[in-house]
């Protein structure tokens, strides 16, 4: 798979991500992570997890790299890894991998795979997920693509039922979100500041 470091691209292969996987006790995967801040954080606060940002978005991960290449002292996070890639297809070199998997205010064709309850959102947590993994989701209710109601907790969770079912997860939890409780990412940071947007939080658990 493609792995953006803070020197640029490179190829991490299977035996090379399962060793470092190896060395944790646990997996987080942050997909459409952006600038990737929120793995790095999740990194320097657990030093026994591994955290995952994965997003087709390169030039972001480039600075998400350069930050967790950094000295602890200064910011970085050895434990922190950022993949290029679309969640439409996600590496091979990531299946089976992750403990926890979050999506935090997806945008595009995430959000409309969501949104629609599409069956590619069940095949990419089965493809991902290990057999006791959780889910956390937060979507900005604010920003429906077109075609799509704004979603609310009484529209999302009949949506979501059906792929996560067949993710073998069940929801635990599908409400409206208060700003205090909005996930320590950049769009978190900026949705909640002043805007009194609305947000929606989805958890759920194998
Ligand atoms: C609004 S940003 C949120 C970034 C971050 N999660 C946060 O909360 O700060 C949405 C991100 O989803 C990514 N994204 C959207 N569709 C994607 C896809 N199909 N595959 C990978 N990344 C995707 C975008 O590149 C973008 O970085």
């Given at each position: 798979m493609e792995i953006i470091t803070r020197r640029g691209p490179r190829t991490m292969d299977r035996s090379e991500f399962d060793q470092l996987r190896d060395r944790f006790s646990s997996t987080l995967i942050d997909l459409g992570?952006?600038?990737g801040a929120w793995p790095r954080r999740f990194a320097r606060e657990y030093d026994h997890c591994l955290a995952i940002g994965v997003d087709a978005d390169r030039v972001a991960l480039g600075e998400a790299a350069k930050l967790a290449g950094r000295k602890p002292a200064r910011?970085?996070?050895?434990n922190a890894l950022y993949v290029a890639a679309s969640v439409e297809a996600l590496p091979?070199?990531?299946?089976?991998?992750?403990d926890w998997v979050t999506i935090y205010f997806p945008w595009a064709a995430l959000l409309r795979m969501i949104l629609s309850g599409d069956d590619a959102l069940a095949s990419m947590l089965n493809e991902l997920c290990t057999p006791r993994a959780r889910l956390s989701l937060v979507l900005n209710?604010?920003?429906?693509?077109?075609?799509?109601?704004?979603?609310?907790p009484g529209r999302l969770h009949p949506v979501l039922q059906a792929p996560l079912s067949q993710a073998r997860m069940r929801i635990v939890r599908c409400e409206w979100l208060e700003a205090q409780g909005a996930p320590p990412t950049t769009w978190g940071g900026r949705l909640v500041k002043g805007s009194g947007r609305t947000m929606l939080s989805v958890e759920a658990t194998r």
């Open positions: 992570t952006g600038d910011g970085g996070a050895p091979s070199e990531l299946h089976g991998s992750a209710a604010e920003a429906a693509p077109d075609g799509f109601a704004m979603p609310t």
